[in-house]
């Protein structure tokens, strides 16, 4: 998302999620969604660098989801 600050994305996953869950719950066959946040703070970095970093932030919140 542009001009989007890392509070402000994880607010944004958290909503995504809360709302996902909600509706998810009745199901016979309940399914799950991982989601992962990065932020390019500069134009100086490196795309490939944000987007393994938003990869990595959402096989942790799977990891967790796990628990």
Do not use: C, H, W
Request: positive net charge; proline residues 3%; charged residues 35%.
């Amino acid at each position: 998302l542009p001009n989007t600050d890392t509070s402000t994305a994880k607010k944004i996953v958290e909503k995504i999620q809360d709302m996902f869950n909600s509706r998810n719950q009745d199901r016979a066959f309940p399914y799950s969604i991982s989601l992962g946040t990065a932020t390019k703070k500069d134009s100086n970095t490196d795309i490939e660098a944000v987007l393994k970093q938003a990869d990595d932030d959402m096989y942790k919140n799977k990891e967790t989801a796990k628990k």
